[in-house]
T-cell receptor, first 110, second 112 residues
Framework: SQQGEEDPQALSIQEGENATMNCSYKTSINNLQWYRQNSGRGLVHLIL?????REKHSGRLRVTLDTSKKSSSLLITASRAADTASYFCATDDSSYKLIFGSGTRLLVRP | NAGVTQTPKFQVLKTGQSMTLQCAQD?????MSWYRQDPGMGLRLIHY???????DQGEVPNGYNVSRSTTEDFPLRLLSAAPSQTSVYFCASIGTGNYGYTFGSGTRLTVV
């Protein structure tokens, strides 16, 4: 079974708008990571947040983590057509084994 | 650096055939993993390795074998292919202290 469930499953926005994706997980974690997957390609690591962190920024990305609710969110600000992709959260329990969520498909309309 | 290299990119097998999916990394990463991705789903862990000579099972190991004789290579063997193994397979690696896995570009496998 998969650790994470992501919400929404699909999201369509206009270029320039912000996109927010949510991830919930079931067990205790060491880190939570977000990855992007363009159609037909491998995954690309975006950002990692540790279990003792609450918020992290990287460029147009903002990630929050609420360990009491076992949830995380990824915000992409000022979206671009090139942000169109699937986004996955993944958790690890300090063993380097990543357990992935089911993903959010983001479409950014020009 | 080439990163993580997977071969072949595409493969069609008949039910019952066996084959090996190759994965090689040139980053001296200790940890390597194999995942499968089915349509509309996230990745599920098949097998993983924490170093040469050490492997362990993930979520969906049945029907697959792995070995890790060198740090660089982590092949995945399908023993007797079944239609349920039709999927896209990704190999990934990470080094100690790194922040995210590096993924290969995937092998799209169809079993007929």
């Amino acid at each position: 079974s998969q650790q994470g469930e992501e919400d929404p499953q699909a999201l369509s926005i206009q270029e320039g708008e912000n996109a927010t994706m949510n991830c919930s997980y079931k067990t205790s974690i060491n880190n939570l990571q977000w990855y992007r997957q363009n159609s037909g390609r491998g995954l690309v690591h975006l950002i990692l947040i540790r279990s003792n962190e609450r918020e992290k920024h990287s460029g147009r990305l903002r990630v929050t983590l609420d360990t009491s609710k076992k949830s995380s969110s990824l915000l992409i600000t000022a979206s671009r057509a090139a942000d169109t992709a699937s986004y996955f959260c993944a958790t690890d329990d300090s063993s380097y084994k990543l357990i992935f969520g089911s993903g959010t498909r983001l479409l950014v309309r020009p | 650096n080439a990163g993580v290299t997977q071969t072949p990119k595409f493969q069609v097998l008949k039910t019952g055939q066996s084959m090996t999916l190759q994965c090689a990394q040139d980053m001296n990463h200790e940890y390597m993993s194999w995942y499968r991705q089915d349509p509309g789903m996230g990745l599920r862990l098949i097998h993983y390795s924490v170093g040469a000579g050490i492997t362990d099972q993930g979520e969906v190991p049945n029907g697959y074998n792995v070995s890790r004789s060198t740090t660089e290579d982590f092949p995945l063997r399908l023993l007797s292919a079944a239609p349920s193994q039709t999927s896209v397979y990704f190999c990934a690696s990470i080094g100690t202290g790194n922040y995210g896995y590096t993924f290969g570009s995937g092998t799209r496998l169809t079993v007929v």
